[in-house]
């Protein structure tokens, strides 16, 4: 009960934010979302997983191994996009999803690994090592951190990319985009547009296996049954 009110809850404010965000809900010129691995989703043919991270939530970066993990292990038969949704009360969230976005803009290949220096160095950008720090230096200890990852040659365009209205739009519209799929906090998962089940809290290996290896073929009947009750 008191979920079903909290989602009442967070589609009522959605719903507001809409109609009155007026030409700021004008839809993006491209799906929002991280591809990972190479090449362009296959809806197809593959098992979609729909992340939503935020680069500086605990609970996201300990989830981020098992999925991992679970990519790797059913290779083209899995596709994951993620989406991110900065926190407003995990500092500094929105200006690291700002640097994933410049990031993409200038190496998609680049995008997960700098999500993942996030995810190893999050003590960094939250809690009592930010509390007395300005915008601007932490902005440039993020500039300095991508570029570690980028390489040095980058360095100005993703400085450039801080002051680029462009990349706080990307910004802002995978928060939007995030709100209006009734996603309210991280990580949350959807398989195949399906919201999976005790979200909010890190899924194991073992975990993920029982949902997808039914829907790739790999199992039983009757483990395939099994594992569909994850979704009713």
């Not at 365009?157 to 462009?166: L, R």
């Not at 195949?192 to 009947?221: E, Q």
Request: proline share 5%; net charge neutral; charged share 20%.
């Amino acid at each position: 009960m008191v979920r079903t009110t909290t989602l009442v809850l967070v589609g009522f404010e959605v719903l507001v934010t809409l109609l009155s965000a007026g030409a700021d809900y004008i839809p993006p010129s491209r799906f929002d979302g991280f591809v990972y691995g190479k090449g362009s989703l296959n809806l197809l043919d593959t098992v979609l997983i729909e992340a939503f991270y935020d680069p500086v939530c605990p609970d996201s970066r300990d989830s981020w191994p098992s999925l991992k993990q679970a990519l790797h292990h059913y290779g083209s038969r899995v596709s994951l996009l993620l989406h991110l949704l900065p926190l407003p009360y995990h500092d500094n969230a929105f200006v690291a999803s700002r640097a994933l976005h410049i990031a993409s803009n200038l190496n998609a290949s680049a995008t997960f690994p700098l999500l993942e220096w996030f995810f190893k160095h999050q003590e960094k950008f939250y809690g009592p090592n930010t509390r007395n720090l300005s915008r601007a230096s932490i902005v440039e200890e993020i500039v300095q951190s991508a570029t570690q990852v980028l390489g040095r040659s980058y360095y100005k365009a993703i400085k450039n990319g801080f002051n680029d209205t462009n990349t706080d739009y990307q910004t802002r519209v995978s928060f939007k985009y995030a709100t209006s799929r009734g996603v309210y906090g991280t990580p949350f998962f959807y398989v195949n547009g399906f919201l999976l089940p005790d979200t909010g809290d890190a899924i194991d290996y073992k975990a993920w296996r029982k949902v997808i290896d039914p829907l790739v073929g790999t199992k039983k009947s009757i483990q395939n049954t099994e594992s569909l009750h994850f979704f009713l």
